[in-house]
């Protein structure tokens, strides 16, 4: 497996307009040796490295679902579109025993659509395996039933660190990526506190509970001051913040190194990752800006009388349109995710307010 991912990665580039990102070999190695472990069938979704992969045997049993149709004349491809989550063959309606999934963004409304592909192919008891940032470990909790595992998947290209969301229990999974840390490390804060969506659609519930839970009690549920709906407007305000806060930030590597090569004047594979940061922070402005004209109460949350605006998105969709690979454009780009930063803070002291308000009342 471990050959067959570097011949894999060898012969095959990346596409930055498709935000595509190779998964490093050791940590296509592991997901393999996960898929191999488990057995049955498996559906690699928008993860062609670990397909292709596979031990000859084992892919005559999975399918790859790709947008990509460079694999097209493969027999286990099937063309994929998370825009149109359920168009696919009805044969592979709850056909697999295992689903592995890597978006090409990090985004809610992407996962939520990636969420409902995972229901479409999953066999009752199937094994889940999907990857993403940190801070989106409780969106992954609410959507699918998923929980972090200690092993963190290397992707030698992406400017950050992503981590692996499960809900099956494997000793692999729980050591951690020599590759990637050395020591044990931390959800981040914001991770922890995220909060689930205001939304209850059945259509959204998780697949099921982590295996590891199934027998265990349901636990009545203790009201929580921190649960009101003010509060969990905010933490996920919060949370949204930090995501794009992140997406300008990633902008910065691939910037500095079309900047060093364009004095060289081999620049066009470096601007193209550029390009593809600068549309992925734009998809989650355009998501955030979309989040907060369907949340008008988050005015009130705030505690402003008249329609509570950002200024802040407007500078960054006016960062994003105008890009140009320069140090003047790098340091707006810090700027921006500056004041990414004071917002979030600012609705931080009014959570920290609300809190006070509760604790005075209970």
């Not at 990665?9 to 940590?27: G, H, M, V």
């Not at 992406?158 to 499960?166: A, F, G, K």
């Not at 996920?236 to 990633?250: G, P, T, V």
């Amino acid at each position: 497996a471990m050959d067959a991912a570097k011949n894999f990665l060898d012969a095959t580039e990346e596409r930055a307009d498709l935000n595509q990102y190779w998964f490093s070999p050791a940590t296509v190695f592991t997901f393999v040796a996960e898929i191999c472990d488990k057995g049955g069938t498996a559906a690699l979704v928008s993860t062609p490295s670990v397909y292709f992969s596979l031990p000859e045997d084992s892919r005559k049993m999975c399918k790859v679902l790709d947008f990509d149709r460079q694999w097209q004349s493969d027999p286990g491809y099937v063309f994929y579109d998370f825009n149109q989550p359920e168009e696919l063959p009805e044969e592979l309606r709850g056909a697999f025993d295992f689903v592995l999934i890597d978006p090409p963004f990090i985004t809610r409304e992407v996962w939520e659509k990636y969420a409902i592909t995972a229901r479409f192919l999953a066999k009752k008891d199937a094994c889940l395996l999907c990857t993403t940032i940190a801070e989106n470990a409780a969106m992954m909790l609410e959507l699918l039933g998923l929980h972090p595992a200690k092993f963190r998947p290397g992707i030698p290209n992406l400017v950050y660190q992503y981590s692996i969301y499960v809900n099956y229990n494997s000793e692999r999974l729980q050591e951690l990526n020599p590759e990637i840390d050395q020591d044990d490390w931390e959800r981040p804060a914001d991770a922890a506190n995220d909060t689930k969506d205001l939304r209850d659609d059945p259509a959204e519930r998780p697949l099921g509970k982590a295996r590891s839970e199934e027998s265990q009690p349901e636990m009545e549920e203790v009201p929580s001051f921190e649960e009101t709906p003010e509060l969990l407007l905010l933490g996920e305000l919060r949370r949204q913040l930090f995501i794009l806060k992140r997406a300008i930030e990633a902008i910065q590597a691939p910037l500095q190194m079309a900047l060093r090569r364009n004095s060289k004047g081999s620049n066009q594979a470096a601007a193209a990752k550029v390009d593809a940061a600068r549309l992925s922070a734009s998809e989650i402005v355009d998501a955030l800006q979309q989040w907060l004209e369907a949340h008008g109460e988050v005015s009130a949350a705030m505690g402003s009388g008249e329609t509570w605006h950002m200024p802040e998105l407007d500078e960054t969709r006016s960062l994003l349109v105008s890009h140009e690979l320069s140090t003047d454009w790098s340091q707006r780009c810090r700027q921006v995710a500056g004041k990414l930063f004071q917002r979030s803070n600012q609705v931080l002291e009014r959570t920290k307010v609300l809190k006070a308000q509760q604790k005075k009342v209970l």
